[in-house]
Nanobody, 123 residues
């Protein structure tokens, strides 16, 4: 069982930065690949970024490449999403998920989710 709690969202102007954090409970954090997804109103939850258990592999959706960076600190049971050059189209609720699959981009492979943190980017 893994419980995930996200934080770090907020309101920011276009071009600004935010860093999201997701803290996992339990002592099995290193057993999970971690991902960030986002969901805008009226849209499906979409893949943003993922990171493998020991950070050897990261993946990003094309729209955030070069602007967002995913990282993790296994000693702190935490995964981060550093977001720069934010755009209004980045506005969404951001969720972290934990997966034991290597299909990082598939929402269905994530067995655990946090409650989400809202990111709003004003133009």
């Amino acid at each position: 069982q893994v419980q995930l709690v996200e934080s770090g969202g907020g309101l920011v102007q276009a071009g600004g930065s935010l860093r999201l954090s997701c803290v996992a409970s339990g002592r099995t954090f290193v057993s999970y690949n971690m991902g960030w997804f986002r969901q805008a109103p009226g849209k499906e939850r979409e893949f943003v970024a993922s990171i493998s258990r020991f950070s050897s592999t990261t993946d990003y959706t094309d729209s955030v490449k070069g602007r967002f960076t995913i990282s993790r600190d296994n000693a702190k049971n935490t995964v981060y999403l550093q977001m720069h050059s934010l755009k209004p189209e980045d506005t969404a609720a951001y969720y972290c998920g934990a997966s034991q699959s290597f299909d990082f981009r598939s929402r269905s492979t994530y067995g655990y989710w946090g409650q989400g943190t809202q990111v709003t980017v004003s133009s």
